[in-house]
């Protein structure tokens, strides 16, 4: 069974970093392809960045990039989310997912894995 804990988040001053951690049970990250989402108060769930298991490409969405970046350690079945220059623009639930495909699609239904989710909030 897929499990997926995720770990890091929590208060921010804009400009500021995080990393967020999603590592993985039950699973050889090998095969799998992941992508980070988020969930804003009141607004849809939306993708912010995924990685195929393919050959490790990634994708972000428009508002992170340059600012995020996915990566991830086999070795520790982890991925990473590392997010620097925050804004509260960028304040949501974030959420990991996993899917045994070779190529990560920036469609949410693409995934039926999900982590448990983890507050981020920026704000002075």
């Known amino acids: 069974q897929v499990q997926l804990v995720q770990s890091g988040g929590g208060l921010v001053q804009p400009g500021g970093s995080l990393r967020l951690s999603c590592t993985g049970s039950?699973?050889?990250?090998?095969?799998?392809?992941f992508g980070w989402f988020r969930q804003a108060p009141g607004k849809e769930r939306e993708v912010v960045s995924i990685?195929?298991?393919?050959?490790?490409?990634?994708g972000y969405a428009d508002s992170v990039k340059g600012r995020f970046t996915i990566s991830r350690d086999k070795a520790k079945n982890t991925v990473y989310l590392q997010m620097n220059s925050l804004r509260p623009e960028d304040t949501a639930v974030y959420y990991c997912?996993?899917?045994?495909?070779?190529?990560?699609?920036?469609?949410?239904?693409?995934?039926?894995?999900w982590g448990q989710g983890t507050q981020v909030t920026v704000c002075s």
């Open positions: 990685m195929s298991s393919a050959d490790g490409s990634t």
């Open positions: 997912a996993a899917e045994r495909r070779a190529r990560a699609t920036y469609c949410r239904g693409d995934f039926s894995s």
């Open positions: 039950g699973f050889n990250l090998d095969y799998y392809s």
